[in-house]
């Protein structure tokens, strides 16, 4: 287990839907909050319909979609300020930049997941939304 205290974060309406916004100032390289849920087979995993999975390797996936995880609440951005790190187990994530109190986190979900779940919609990040109003 991750002996790092977890920074404080409220679940808020963000920019696209729901999301999770820093309560304090954080530092690059601070422990921001860890991945919280079920621990199954990777091969179950790709059965289930949910979008809160969370793959920690070829053999394993944490099923987060318990609403006791607040960290399922870190929206895609395609310029994060979140990695998502696999520790011993556990996915954590750290702060890539300085992040302000009240800040939305986000983390870069990855080439597959967008492909699947957020192209088809089209990106709702900071980044894509900024893009998007100067065009």
Same mark, same amino acid.
């Given at each position: 287990m991750l002996a790092q205290?977890?920074?404080k974060v409220k679940v808020a309406?963000? =920019?696209s839907g729901l999301g999770l916004f820093a309560e304090e +100032? &954080?530092?690059?390289g601070d422990f921001v909050i860890k991945y919280e849920g079920k621990l199954i087979p990777s091969k179950e995993a790709d059965k289930l319909k949910t979008r809160y999975l969370f793959? &920690? +390797?070829e053999n394993w996936t944490i099923d987060g979609s318990d609403r006791k995880n607040t960290a399922r609440y870190i929206n895609h951005f395609c310029k994060p300020n979140l990695e998502a790190e696999v520790i011993a187990g556990e996915i954590v994530f750290f702060a890539l930049r300085d992040i302000k109190k009240g800040e939305e986190l986000g983390f870069d979900y990855g080439q597959e997941y967008f492909d699947?779940? =957020?192209k088809t919609k089209g990106c709702a990040c900071p980044k894509c939304k900024i893009y998007e109003k100067d065009n």
């Open positions: 205290n977890p920074k309406r963000g =920019i +100032d &954080i530092k690059k793959e &920690i +390797d699947e779940f =957020i």
